[in-house]
């Protein structure tokens, strides 16, 4: 049996080593440390942003978001429903409601015009929505131009939910500094990782220092502890953050990496079975994971993840919507079919930087070679 190929794997440098090395000599193993303050510096600089702020993971940085946006009890928060489920549970931390909206073919993420719909809706209903979270799906960005004039123009704040986007660019802009707040993650199956993390960015200083604040147990400045209001236990630690000096060395090449597993698998699957997420002319995703749909097809992408998967090959369906999920099954959904049709019909294929041009030989001859028996 060949060693297993999985969908996205961490892949180091071996400059990781060193930057922990510092960390354990310098006896910095706690969630204080130069470290830290190193890799929120490297992150504005790389996102032409001005205020970061690295914390536990992607999840707790949108919980955060969230937190500092005022969202709170019995308020409503546009989502997208086609996304991981650390996108939104965050609101349920804030006991407020999801409201989710699907997809547009164009780009698979939000759609800007049902975007608007569910707006108008929900003041129908008598309830302002409090804030939106907009996710740029497997690396590619949404529509944040149109979708940021209609959250202007209602006044609602937005949260760019980049998790999976860190590199990606719209307009030339970097994606998670589109909107008002943006987040990335470092969990280990991401573009670059710290084993585990995450981190927010904005323009709006106060709005991160107040994370900051949050995110260590909302201590007041005084020498007891004293604490005026509800915290969190969020920071990273100076070790994670060390991974994550000796990842961003090469975040451009990682970026490269994977855009180049895209394009080998454009040029070699058929395409009258597979077709591929579409780039906007406007955008450059990161190609975090390949995704195939698999349509009209005489199999089905269940078939070919389990043929795979006896060749020791990872494959996952698509995030399956979060309107379908049981936890969410009270939450208001604008709907339109989107994307439940990719959750039936698509695939992520292995997409690692790590991979080396025999496994992806490996991999494409193992789906050429069950196509061909069908
Ligand atoms: C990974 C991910 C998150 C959560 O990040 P964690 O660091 O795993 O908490 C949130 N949103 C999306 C879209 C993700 O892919």
């Known amino acids: 049996m060949n060693k297993r190929i999985y969908l996205s794997p961490p892949h180091l440098t071996g400059k990781e080593k060193e930057f922990i090395n510092e960390a354990l000599d310098s006896n910095w193993v706690a969630p204080a440390g130069p470290a830290i303050g190193h890799f929120e510096s490297e992150i504005a600089k790389y996102n032409k942003i001005e ?3 690295v914390v536990s993971s992607g999840t707790a940085a949108i919980h955060l978001a969230l937190h500092v946006l005022g969202v709170s009890r019995g308020d409503e928060v546009i989502c997208s429903t086609f996304t991981f489920s650390g996108s939104c549970y965050p609101i349920l931390y804030q006991s407020a409601t999801p409201v989710f909206v699907d997809s547009e073919r164009k780009s698979w993420n939000m759609d800007p015009v049902l975007l608007e719909e569910a707006i108008t809706d929900r003041l129908r209903h008598g309830s302002k929505p409090k804030a939106i979270i ?7 960005p949404a529509q944040l131009n149109p979708m940021m004039e209609i959250a202007r123009r209602y006044e609602i704040p937005v949260i760019e939910d980049a998790a ?4 990606s660019k719209y307009y030339n802009k970097l994606a998670g500094t589109l909107g008002d707040i943006g987040i990335f993650s470092f ?5 670059i990782t710290t084993s585990g993390g995450g981190a927010l ?7 991160i220092d107040k994370a900051r604040f949050l995110s260590s147990q909302s201590r007041s400045p005084v020498p007891y502890y004293q604490h005026e209001e509800l915290g969190y ?4 630690s100076n070790i994670s953050a060390s991974i994550g000096l000796g990842q961003m060395l090469v975040l451009n090449e990682r970026i490269q990496q994977r855009r180049a597993i895209f394009d080998f698998y454009k040029d ?3 395409r009258h079975h597979f077709s591929f997420q579409p780039e906007l002319e406007e955008s450059v995703s990161n190609r975090w994971l390949t995704t195939v749909l698999i349509e009209n097809s005489s199999f089905s992408p269940e078939e070919l993840r389990v043929a795979l998967e006896a060749k020791n090959i990872e494959t996952r369906p698509l995030w399956k919507p979060m309107h379908l999920q049981p936890v969410f099954k009270n939450a208001p959904a604008y709907v339109n079919g989107v994307s439940e049709s990719f959750f039936d019909k698509g695939l992520c294929l292995p997409s690692g930087s790590s991979l080396q041009s025999v496994d992806l030989d490996y991999i494409t001859n193992s789906i050429l070679e069950f196509i061909s028996k069908r």
């Open 51 to 53: 205020n970061a702020l």
């Open 134 to 140: 907009v996710v740029d799906l497997f690396g590619m």
């Open 164 to 167: 999976e986007a860190l590199g």
């Open 187 to 191: 969990n280990g199956n991401k573009i």
């Open 201 to 207: 960015v904005s323009q709006t200083k106060k709005w």
């Open 233 to 236: 236990n969020y920071q990273l």
């Open 268 to 270: 070699h699957l058929p």
